[in-house]
C-alpha cells in the first residue's frame, strides 16, 4: 500500500491532543497498521522499556495481520479504530462512513474482546457529520501534539526528533506511523524518544490509560 494525502492541522473542540496531569506520562500512537515488519519491532522495543502503546488499526491491515495485531493485544498494547480502508471521511455519505467504522470495530473486538473506545480518523479529516456520528457511537476522537514531524514523508531522524522533542510533556498524544511504506526513520526516531525520556522518568501509557488520569485539554 502506498500512502497518499497528508494529515491536516485540523483543530476542533472533539480532538483530543493532552490530558491534563503533573506525572510524567504520555501516549505514543502509531497510525495505518498493523505492519508485518515494523509492528513486531516497536513491540520488542517496547517491551524492553516497559511501555505501552496505541496502535490506530486499518480494517484491512489488521485482516493481512491479524497475528501481529493479537500480539499487540497481549502485549498489553491498545488498539484503535482507524477505519476499514482509511479513506477521507468527509467525502463519504454517513452510511459509508458508519461503514468504514464499524467494520473495523468489529475486527477489534473480535481480537481484543471489546469495543475500541478511541478513533483517529484518516489524514485528521473530519466534518460536523463525522463528529457527530463517532460521538453518538461513543467514541472519544484522538489527535495529537507532534503533527509537524510528518513522519510519514521520511524527512530524516533529526526532523522528526526535534519536531517531537518539544511536545513530550507531562499529558501528551504523540503521533507516528507503523504502515505504509519505509518507517525505519520512524523506527529510530522512537527507540531514541523512548531511551531519552525513559530516562528522564517518563512513563508511556496506552491512550484511554492516559484518558483516565485527568480533564482533557
Do not use: W
Not at 491536516?8 to 491534563?20: C, D, F, R, S, W
Not at 496505541?54 to 497481549?74: D, K, M, P, S
Not at 510519514?152 to 506511523?177: A, M
Request: negative net charge; without cysteine.
Amino acid at each position: 500500500m502506498t500512502y497518499k494525502g497528508e494529515i491536516k492541522l485540523y483543530q476542533h473542540p472533539a480532538l483530543i491532543t493532552q490530558v491534563q496531569t503533573t506525572h510524567k506520562i504520555a501516549a505514543i500512537t502509531f497510525d495505518d497498521g498493523p505492519n508485518a515488519h515494523y509492528t513486531p519491532i516497536l513491540l520488542k522495543l517496547f517491551e524492553e522499556y516497559n511501555a505501552r502503546a496505541t496502535f490506530y488499526t486499518i480494517g484491512q491491515q489488521l485482516e493481512a495481520n491479524r497475528e501481529v495485531a493479537i500480539a499487540a493485544h497481549q502485549a498489553g498494547h491498545e488498539l484503535g479504530n482507524h477505519t476499514y480502508s482509511h479513506p477521507r471521511l468527509p467525502d463519504l455519505a454517513r452510511e459509508q462512513q458508519l461503514s468504514e467504522i464499524e467494520l473495523t470495530e468489529k475486527l477489534i473486538v473480535e481480537i481484543t474482546g471489546s469495543k475500541p473506545p478511541t478513533f483517529r480518523p484518516p489524514f485528521l479529516e473530519f466534518n460536523n457529520e463525522g463528529i457527530h456520528l463517532l460521538e453518538s457511537l461513543d467514541y472519544t476522537i484522538i489527535s495529537a501534539k507532534n503533527l509537524s514531524t510528518e513522519d510519514y514523508k521520511q524527512p530524516g531522524v533529526d526532523h522528526i526528533l526535534s519536531n517531537t522533542r518539544e511536545h513530550v510533556v507531562p499529558g501528551s498524544i504523540l503521533l507516528f506511523h507503523d504502515g505504509f511504506g519505509d518507517r525505519s526513520q520512524t523506527m529510530d526516531t522512537v527507540r531514541i524518544i523512548l531511551s531519552e525520556y525513559t530516562a528522564q522518568g517518563f512513563q508511556f501509557v496506552t491512550v484511554s490509560e492516559l484518558l483516565q488520569l485527568g480533564l482533557t485539554e
